[in-house]
């Protein structure tokens, strides 16, 4: 997959410029048997489309380009580049976005079209990936006691880390976007592979975690917490210890993103919701990670993370509300509108 990246809009207009960024890439579906229909056959049901990546995120993607065509059908254009982005790897590192911002691409404010239920996201977590790859000692099933249990040693591994999720957590009342929130920083464990055969003690084995971090939190002073987890599980575990870990940062290494206080892209793009939906934007923050944070932190840009409604991401059945995808096109358009300003063509 690549990236894809158009423009349209006047280059030397006098309206306000925007990125408009959206992901194609979907995590992997699972087994077909949890699936109601298949994940790569689009199929709509009570007004709703089903399929992997329905709402994470073709729907927000799509609503962009409905958005752009209906403005340049109905024979207007805006008053300053508009650069819709499909980027990829958002879901594993972010990198298909910050090689737009390495490109030079940049905007006054950037909408990205990530599915939080009609709502703009005001604050989100980063998030690190990281692995642990324990050693043992292989002997037959018969003298286990003699070998070293690769597997087994990873318990005390996962065991350690939660505790260190909780400790966590109970930072959060000095992030007050996050301070009433239950359970802000979540520790996922997303894969764990290891041994050959059901008989030999495990040779090896290797944990693939993922944490959030707090908008505002260092990722290398979070990374040396991780790392002293693992030195501490070492010196009080003997078996960890004879396990030899070894810890690998992969993937998702990325900073939290909190939208500056009353922007002006923010109150344009509440004034199209509100227009639309007759109700005020709610805001809220969330403990997922976007590409926000490379046009909020590296940009200096008002990032706006606003998208349709629907379920399910990343499990069974996702799918997107038709009628919000079609509400939030009309946002996106008007918020066009009334951001960059637009002239017949």
């Known amino acids: 997959m690549v990236n894809v990246i158009g423009n349209?809009?006047?280059?030397?207009?006098?309206?306000?410029?925007?990125?408009?960024?959206?992901?194609?890439?979907?995590?992997?579906?699972?087994?077909?048997?949890?699936?109601?229909?298949?994940?790569?056959?689009?199929?709509?049901?009570?007004?709703?489309?089903?399929?992997?990546?329905a709402n994470d995120m073709k729907g927000g993607l799509t609503a962009k380009v409905f958005a752009l065509?209906?403005?340049?059908?109905?024979?207007?254009?805006?008053?300053?580049?508009?650069?819709?982005?499909?980027?990829?790897?958002?879901?594993?590192?972010?990198?298909?976005?910050?090689?737009?911002?390495?490109?030079?691409?940049?905007?006054?404010?950037?909408?990205?079209?990530?599915?939080?239920?009609?709502?703009?996201?005001?604050?989100?977590?980063?998030?690190?990936?990281f692995q642990i790859k324990l050693s043992g000692k292989p002997v037959h099933a018969e003298r286990a006691t003699e070998g070293v249990n690769?597997?087994?040693?990873?318990?005390?591994?996962?065991?350690?880390?939660?505790?260190m999720e909780k400790q966590w957590n109970n930072e959060k009342m000095n992030y007050?976007?996050?301070?009433?929130?239950?359970h802000p920083i979540n520790l996922n464990v997303g894969e764990f592979h290891g041994?050959?055969?059901t008989s030999s003690v495990p040779a090896w084995?290797?944990?693939?975690?993922?944490?959030?971090?707090?908008?505002?939190?260092?990722?290398?002073?979070?990374?040396r917490q991780i790392e002293k987890t693992l030195q501490n599980l070492i010196q009080e575990n003997g078996l960890v210890k004879k396990a030899k870990p070894v810890l690998v940062y992969h993937g998702f290494y990325g900073e939290g993103y909190t939208l500056p206080e009353n922007t002006d892209a923010e109150n344009e793009l509440a004034s199209a919701h509100e227009g639309?939906?007759?109700?005020?934007?709610?805001?809220?923050?969330?403990?997922?990670?976007?590409?926000s944070r490379f046009f909020?932190?590296?940009?200096?840009?008002?990032?706006?993370?606003?998208?349709?409604?629907?379920?399910?991401?990343?499990?069974?059945?996702?799918?997107?509300?038709?009628?919000?995808?079609k509400n939030i096109t009309k946002v996106y358009a008007r918020f066009i509108q009334n951001w960059c300003g637009i002239t017949e063509l």
């Open 296 to 325: 909020g932190i590296y940009q200096n840009t008002p990032a706006l993370v606003y998208g349709p409604s629907g379920e399910r991401i990343h499990a069974f059945d996702e799918y997107v509300d038709l009628d919000s995808l």
């Open 150 to 163: 690769a597997v087994e040693a990873m318990l005390p591994v996962i065991a350690g880390y939660r505790e």
């Open 195 to 197: 041994g050959d055969w």
């Open 69 to 129: 065509k209906a403005i340049k059908e109905a024979g207007y254009k805006p008053n300053a580049p508009v650069y819709l982005q499909s980027v990829v790897e958002e879901e594993c590192t972010g990198n298909g976005a910050l090689a737009c911002v390495a490109a030079g691409y940049k905007a006054d404010a950037a909408l990205i079209g990530e599915p939080f239920d009609e709502a703009l996201v005001t604050a989100q977590v980063g998030v690190i990936w």
């Open 8 to 53: 349209y809009g006047n280059a030397d207009g006098n309206g306000r410029s925007l990125i408009m960024n959206g992901h194609i890439d979907v995590v992997p579906e699972g087994p077909l048997s949890g699936w109601t229909s298949h994940p790569y056959k689009p199929e709509v049901r009570d007004n709703k489309l089903f399929g992997r990546g």
């Open 176 to 182: 007050p976007d996050f301070a009433q929130h239950q």
């Open 276 to 291: 639309i939906f007759n109700s005020p934007l709610k805001r809220i923050a969330v403990t997922a990670a976007t590409d």
């Open 205 to 223: 084995a290797v944990l693939n975690l993922r944490i959030a971090i707090y908008p505002g939190d260092s990722l290398s002073e979070r990374s």
